[in-house]
Nanobody, 114 residues
Framework: QVELVESGGGLVQDGGSLTLSCVASGFTFSEYSVKWYRQAPGKEREFVAG??????????FYADSVQGRFAISRDNAKNTVYLHMNSLKPEDTAIYYCNSDVIWGRGTQVTVSS
């Protein structure tokens, strides 16, 4: 079964940190780029961070809003991509989704209290 499963969300205070995980199954994980998106209530889904395939040298790219605060990494042996989130702000509150090609996870909720 081809799927992505996110975990690691939760409630954190302003300035806190969280690490999200996205575990892939059912496809050759290392051959695909993986991206994190988020969707806040009443807003459109937006890109957060991405990491390329092994062929691309695992190139990394971030949205301007999280540059310098978030870090994306991957462990191909574990079929897992991580999103390390530091200096969290209330405006980071959203459901965070993992995406690879046409596959989407169900999301994990991140809530940052002020």
């Amino acid at each position: 079964q081809v799927e992505l499963v996110e975990s690691g969300g939760g409630l954190v205070q302003d300035g806190g940190s969280l690490t999200l995980s996205c575990v892939a199954s059912g496809f050759t994980f290392s051959e695909y780029s993986v991206k994190w998106y988020r969707q806040a209530p009443g807003k459109e889904r937006e890109f957060v961070a991405g990491i390329g395939s092994r062929e691309s040298g695992h190139s990394i790219f971030y949205a301007d809003s999280v540059q310098g605060r978030f870090a994306i990494s991957r462990d191909n042996a574990k079929n897992t991509v991580y999103l390390h989130m530091n200096s969290l702000k209330p405006e980071d509150t959203a459901i965070y989704y993992c995406n690879s090609d046409v596959i989407w996870g169900r999301g994990t909720q991140v809530t940052v209290s002020s």
